[in-house]
Nanobody, 122 residues
């Protein structure tokens, strides 16, 4: 019913930039929080940045000042601009959204994208 599709990952040198995008589609009534998480090999998935429907943002300490999350409510998209990338930013990045679907407006569900690989070389 609902899909999240990410794009924009890739290989970049340390100090470089990448922009990730995530588009939600399907039977969407409304989207509440949206965010980006990442998982490095052998590590647990961790929060990178989240944004509410009103635009309030929160970032992991490790990315503050380097990453910027934004969303377009009209297009049901969320983006992550990543600057000054470091090798430790290497991970699979996942988009997450809390969505109220059109067929059940009394409940919200969490949806995840399939993940996109970000590799930062030193």
């Amino acid at each position: 019913q609902v899909q999240l599709v990410e794009s924009g990952g890739g290989l970049v040198q340390a100090g470089g930039s990448l922009r990730l995008s995530c588009a939600a589609s399907g039977s969407i009534f409304s989207i509440n929080g949206m965010g980006w998480y990442r998982q490095a090999p052998g590590k647990q998935r961790e929060l990178v940045a989240v944004i509410t429907s009103g635009g309030t943002t929160n970032y992991a300490d490790s990315v503050k000042g380097r990453f910027t999350i934004s969303r377009d409510n009209a297009k049901n998209t969320v983006s992550l601009q990543m600057n000054s990338l470091k090798p430790e930013d290497t991970a699979v990045y996942y988009c997450k959204a809390v969505i109220t679907i059109a067929t059940n407006v009394f409940t919200s569900y969490q949806y995840w994208g399939q993940g996109t690989q970000v590799t930062v070389s030193s």
